[in-house]
């Protein structure tokens, strides 16, 4: 038996009973939207307590980061060796094969407006990390001399990301592999790279 940092004895963690706790969010959140899903229907439908949710997670929001989480490849910062090869591995962090991460973030992101500790909870997980690995390749090839635009670096960095979440809002789907590519070789390209 594990003890704790205290030296109690306690359970060891059973990653089987996290997994169907963040399944279960997910499924609430497809079926109920934010609003709609509880702590204690999470449980329920887990086949747990609510305290076991609560040891996990300290409040529903951290749950539902945790589930939207669960279903995303954390963002990496490519180096390929060529900017358009840059740009296109951190587009297609937004394309997902399965519509289910999708259909979970919609859940999520309908309550943004509504709920401020969401709102900055999922920017901070959700958000910025992947706008964040475009802003990094930007940077380098700024200074490698292949990004010449005058646009602020943000406004550049910001373009895939705000169509991959307006995708996910409005059509309840992630970036396809063609329109994460014509993107990168149409929009951010071009504004990275303006004709002189």
């Known amino acids: 038996m594990k003890t704790g940092p205290g030296g109690a004895a306690g359970r060891p963690r059973d ?14 959140l497809i079926e109920h939207g934010f609003s709609g899903t509880t ?11 609510k305290a076991a949710v609560y040891r ?20 990496v ?9 840059d740009l296109l591995a951190c587009a297609l962090h937004y394309v997902q094969p399965d519509q289910r991460p999708a259909l979970v973030l919609a859940g999520v992101l309908d309550e943004l407006g509504r709920d401020d500790e969401l709102r900055e909870a ?9 706008a964040m690995a475009f802003a990094v390749v930007l940077r380098r090839w ?15 960095a910001g373009i895939v ?12 789907q992630a970036l396809d592999p063609q329109t994460a590519t014509d993107l990168v070789d149409h929009v951010l390209l071009p504004a990275a790279k303006p004709a002189r």
């Open 142 to 156: 700024t200074e490698r001399g292949q990004v010449t635009s005058s646009a602020p670096a943000g406004l550049l």
């Open 77 to 85: 910062v490519p180096d390929t060796g060529t900017l358009r090869g």
């Open 56 to 75: 996990r997670w300290p409040t529903k929001t951290a749950l539902v980061i945790a589930a939207v989480q669960a279903l995303q490849n954390p963002p």
């Open 39 to 49: 702590v204690e229907a999470v449980a329920r439908a887990a086949g747990t307590g």
């Open 161 to 172: 990301p705000a169509a991959a979440f307006r995708s996910v809002i409005l059509r309840r």
């Open 15 to 28: 990653p089987g009973l996290e997994t169907a706790i963040l399944t279960a969010a997910q499924d609430l």
């Open 122 to 130: 999922a920017y901070q997980a959700i958000g910025k990390p992947p």
